[in-house]
Structures are given as C-alpha cells and as structure tokens.
C-alpha cells in the first residue's frame, strides 16, 4: 500500500528556533500534499496544500511566513515553522494521495509532534 | 460554509458490544466521504464512500452512505479494546483537493 514517511516523529526545540519537518511518498508520486495540525482531542485543521513545482496554497488565517512549506519534487515536501514559539506546540500531519483523482483516499504520514519550550 | 458533523463526540463501551458512529455533512459539490481511526498517531484510512446504499465492510467493520439525507455510518460488531480509538470522518468535494474534517468520535472499549 501507499506509504507517506514523515520525520522527525517528535522534536522539542527552544523558542525563536525554527524547525524543518519533512513528509516523503515512499512508493508512489505526489503531486499534491497536505500539511495539517492537530491539537489534543480536537479533528485536523488543514493548513496549507503542497503543490510540486508551485507555491503552496495556505488555509485562512495560517501565516505563510511563518510556516513555509517547500515541494521540491514529486516525492517530498517540508514544512518548515519558523521562529517557532510555545503556541506553535501542536501534532503535525502530512497526507498525500496516490493519484490527482478525486476518488483516492488521502494517505497519513505518521506526524510530528512539536514541543516549543 | 462545507461543515462535517460527528457524534457522539465520545462513546465508551464494553467489549462485544456494537458500536453505530454517525456523521453528518453539509457542502457543496459532495464527491466522497472516507472514515478514518486515529489512534496514538496519524489516522489510517478504513473505507472511503461515493455511492449511496452501497455497504463497505472490512471484517467487523462497515460503513454506508446515504446521499439524501446527506449521512453515513460507521459500525463495528463485537467490539474488541484494540477498536479503541478516535474515528473521523472527512467529506471531500469536487470544488477542491482537500478533506473537510469532522471533530472524531473518540471510542474507548474495556474488557
């Protein structure tokens, strides 16, 4: 089956600091991915979209400045929290589906959790 | 504004038991509706809906979808501890690529 690898599992970096997550499809080609957030007991927020090749497409009142997502190839994109502060603490998701049709189900990495100290 | 509504938001049982979870949507341009179970991390994809009336069953699992009235459900029969998890369910639409997510049904199942 489909596999999105997603790294580092868990990360605690201090205040200001600016942390890169990476979200890899292992076995199949995305063209497309999704960063989402969650935080404890609550559903996924979508932040933004990942377009290989493109600018990402950013979810209403998530600042673009502040969470860069780069996709650089068809098989790999980061999501990078800049200037990181306590608030931003939260369990982040990449999903990428197999193909560009609407039918296929969105394939989960297994998340990263921040801690911002 | 597209909303995915879940409930019960939390429904603990005992094991045996069967579980019906619910989930209601309202969007535009519905095209799929996937249930998901997200346990200590990233959710896991059970079963993904297009058609009404149409079951989808995975072991002790099933799910349908009735387009009309805008819903589907998640059954579990005999349900085991290893069930215990959070289930969501998400709607997506033909205007964009993204899922609208609903809150979970965070199910707990003890011996």
């Known amino acids: 089956g489909a596999v999105v690898s997603q790294h580092p599992s868990w990360v605690i970096c201090k205040s200001g600091t600016s942390v890169k997550i990476e979200c890899r499809s292992l076995d199949f080609q995305a063209t497309t991915m999704f960063w989402y957030r969650q935080f404890p007991k609550q559903s996924l927020m979508l932040m933004a979209t990942?377009?290989?090749?493109?600018?990402?497409?950013?979810e209403q009142g998530v600042e673009k400045d502040k969470f860069l997502i780069n996709h650089a190839s068809l098989t790999l994109s980061t999501l990078t929290v800049t200037s990181a502060h306590p608030e931003d603490s939260s369990f982040y998701i990449c999903?990428?589906?197999?193909?560009?049709?609407?039918?296929?189900?969105?394939?989960f990495g297994n998340g990263t959790r921040l801690t911002v100290t | 504004e597209d909303k995915v509504v879940q409930s019960p938001l939390s429904l603990v049982v005992h094991e045996g038991d069967t579980v019906t979870l619910n989930c209601s949507y309202e969007v535009t341009n519905f095209r799929s509706l996937l249930w998901y179970k997200q346990e200590k991390k990233a959710p896991t994809f059970l079963f993904m809906l297009t058609s009404s009336g149409i079951e989808k069953k995975s072991g002790r699992l099933s799910s349908i979808l009735d387009k009309k009235e805008l819903f589907s459900i998640l059954n579990i029969t005999a349900t085991q501890t290893g069930d215990s998890a959070v289930y969501l369910c998400?709607?997506?639409?033909?205007?964009?690529?993204?899922?609208?997510f609903g809150t979970g049904t965070r199910l707990q199942v003890f011996p």
């Open positions: 999903s990428a589906s197999t193909d560009d049709s609407y039918n296929s189900p969105l394939h």
């Open positions: 998400a709607v997506g639409t033909y205007n964009t690529d993204k899922l609208i």
């Open positions: 990942s377009n290989e090749g493109s600018k990402a497409t950013y």
